[in-house]
């Protein structure tokens, strides 16, 4: 009886760990995968109108660009796209899983890096909201 | 490639892109042949740089709806270059070619200074570029945008059909029409107009400087292989919506900027048709 128990348990948390593993792999939209016309069109989108991304897995490449925000003494992280004609950029900022610490920690601005995470509203003290990737992984 | 294809039109600015993209160029094509064959093919540049000053306008007085500044701006500009430039009592000194070159550059370049001097945005010369080159502004745009495209686009090709023998008579010969009880005036206003609302629909497929390619390459590839004025038009229409519907996908799945890929399409098909041209009749 014991032992059934024990292996029940051990089942019961090999599928569970499983289950969390391919949660945190899992990618809703990955932007790795399209041309750069859609990915610039893909991440307007998700910047105009956010509400329709929030909780999705969002898999993305682009450079690496870091700001640090002198009002909220907060260092912003994020991943930088050009669009076709290389003239336009815009972005996501993300923030990582585990943090780092910066700059030793992180890749060189324009770098290339690909983030895997999870596309949130962050509110704002006045109530406005940003898009950011949260509990991101980096890759580089 | 298919795959992809089908993938990326699960996505609605896709299809908004598509539909967009294919009634701006079944407009443009339609009345770019009369403008070709009166000799007005530049017409479209200057309006399109007038629009684009508009827009710059627009966006330092911080208008949320562009359109109701665009719109008016450039139907006034239309009908001061169409209709003024055939009366020279109304359009003192200036005429004809001078007068659009002069409006394009004009409008261009202070539009150009207004968003340098007055734009909030962050990133101007990017703001600039993907309104003159059309890189993106098809594929970023809202139902509104579409549901207005598809308004004034189906109000240009109801005015165009029932008009049809009107502006046949006024595009080869103004004097006759006028002679058999055309009134030549009002049409050609109304040509203006009409002009001025696809330069303005035709700039969110291609941006402002590749607007008159919009508006002159199918009708020259169609004159290319058929001469009559309907055929001209009916071929001039086909070639524009499938030159548009191919640079709109290349775009999308090769990841180029979407207006120069339509244009691109559209000089391909042109040089075909001169071969095509060539070939039966054997002579340019």
Do not use: W
């Not at chain 1, 939209?29 to 989108?45: N, P």
């Not at chain 2, 992809?4 to 967009?20: C, E, G, M, T």
């Not at chain 2, 595009?171 to 050609?188: L, M, P, Q, Y």
């Amino acid at each position: 009886m014991y032992k059934l128990f024990t292996i029940l348990l051990f089942c019961i948390f090999t599928v569970s760990t499983s289950a969390k593993a391919s949660t945190n792999t899992h990618v809703d939209i990955d932007l790795t995968r399209m041309s750069s016309t859609m990915v610039y069109t893909m991440v307007f989108q998700m910047v105009t109108d956010p509400q329709k991304y929030v909780g999705k897995r969002i898999k993305m490449k682009g450079a690496f660009s870091s700001y640090f925000d002198e009002e909220t003494n907060r260092r912003f992280f994020g991943c930088i796209i050009k669009d076709a004609l290389a003239c336009c950029s815009q972005g996501l900022a993300f923030e990582l899983a585990k943090p780092r610490k910066y700059p030793s920690e992180y890749p060189s601005e324009g770098s290339s890096i690909i983030i895997l995470g999870t596309f949130e509203l962050e509110k704002e003290e006045d109530g406005i909201g940003f898009p950011i990737i949260k509990d991101a992984k980096m890759f580089r | 490639m298919l795959d992809k294809l089908f993938f990326y039109l699960d996505f609605p600015f896709v299809r908004y892109a598509i539909i967009v993209g294919t009634l701006i160029s079944l407009c443009s094509s339609l009345l770019g042949v009369t403008l070709v064959l009166k000799r007005y093919s530049y017409i479209g540049d200057g309006l399109s740089h007038v629009a684009f000053g508009a827009l710059a306008i627009a966006a330092v007085l911080k208008v949320s709806n562009n359109m109701l500044i665009i719109l008016p701006v450039t139907i006034a500009v239309a009908i001061l270059l169409l209709c003024g430039s055939k009366d020279s009592r109304a359009c003192v000194k200036i005429r004809g070619d001078a007068a659009i070159a002069m409006v394009s550059a004009g409008a261009l370049a202070m539009g150009y200074l207004l968003m340098n001097i007055f734009s909030s945005s962050a990133n101007v010369a990017g703001d600039v570029c993907t309104t003159l080159f059309g890189s993106m502004s098809i594929l970023t745009l809202k139902p509104t945008d579409v549901y207005l495209c598809m308004i004034l686009s189906a109000t240009v090709l109801v005015i165009f059909i029932l008009f049809y023998h009107k502006i046949f008579a006024i595009t080869f010969d103004e004097n006759f029409a006028r002679a058999t009880g055309v009134n030549v005036s009002a049409f050609n206003l109304l040509i203006a107009i009409i002009i001025a609302v696809i330069i303005v629909l035709a700039m969110n497929l291609v941006g402002a400087l590749l607007v008159s390619a919009l508006i002159v390459f199918p009708s020259l590839s169609a004159m290319r292989i058929f001469k009559s004025f309907f055929s001209v038009t009916i071929a001039a229409a086909v070639i524009s919506v499938i030159c548009s519907l191919t640079g709109i996908l290349v775009a999308i799945l090769a990841g180029t900027p979407v207006g120069s890929t339509i244009v691109a399409a559209d000089i391909l098909v042109f040089f075909i048709s001169y071969i095509t041209s060539f070939i039966r009749n054997g002579r340019m």
